[in-house]
Structures are given as C-alpha cells and as structure tokens.
C-alpha cells in the first residue's frame, strides 16, 4: 500500500477554503486514504503547527480544531507518529531544509524512502527536490 506523509499547509489545504486548487487533490487523497487504498502518515508536530495555525490565523475556536484533529485521527488510513530520528533531523536542518518542522517532516521519509511528501509549500519543494526526496504534485 503506498503512504504519502502530509505537511501541515497539504492538512490545511484540505480542511480549509483558503484554495480550492489544493483542497480538490488532497480531497482526492484523503478519500483513498479512507477507503483504504493509500496510507497517510501525519507526524505530531504536523498537528502541533495546524492547531496554531487554525486559531492564531484563521480564527477557528479550540473546540472546533479538536473536533478536526479528532476526526482526523479516527478516518481510515491515517497514520499518525511522534517517531523522530533527531540525527537525520539536524542533518537536514538548517543547511538542507531550512525550516525546522519542514526539517521533521521530510525525516519521516528517511525510514519511509516509497513515501513521497505531500506539500504545496514552494520553498520546501525545492529543498525536497535538491535532496532527491519524492514528492506528490499534482501541478
């Protein structure tokens, strides 16, 4: 079964109407994801940046981003980590990957080398594509 491991902008993008562009692909992943036929892996600290980004930018009350997350985590195919191999981390960040929690996220595919990286973030494309990690584009 193929994993992707998502970034917080692909989460973003897929529970927000902030574009339609990104929300119809992820959408489309996430509908194969709950029927089984992909797996989705979301490190926690994907979780930590969408819940800060859902109620410091969009206004989004704490209730309701915990609904999110919780549904989130129960839909089928959803693979939720804290793993973390801090040596790969620092060894991406900052030099390859200038972002710290881009830095996690692209670690995870070090033990997941079949898992491209689902992301719409330009920068953190191009850094994925200078360390020749996979990524999921749909553009």
């Known amino acids: 079964m193929k994993t992707y491991i998502i970034d917080t902008n692909a989460l973003l993008s897929f529970v927000t109407d902030r574009n ?38 969009y206004g989004h009350d704490k209730p309701a981003i915990n609904r999110m997350i919780y549904d989130f985590m129960a839909m089928p195919g959803i693979d939720i980590t804290n793993d973390i191999d801090f040596k790969i981390l620092l060894d991406f960040w900052p030099g390859q990957i200038s972002d710290f929690g881009d830095a996690v996220v692209a670690s995870l595919w070090h033990a997941n080398r079949n898992a491209p990286v689902v992301t719409f973030d330009k920068r953190f494309l191009r850094e994925l594509r200078n360390l020749g990690i996979p990524t999921f584009q749909t553009d």
């Open 20 to 57: 339609p562009e990104q929300q119809a692909p992820m959408a489309a992943l996430f509908s194969r994801a709950a029927g089984l036929n992909c797996k989705i892996m979301c490190h926690a600290h994907v979780i930590t940046e969408f819940v800060y980004v859902l109620e410091k930018v």
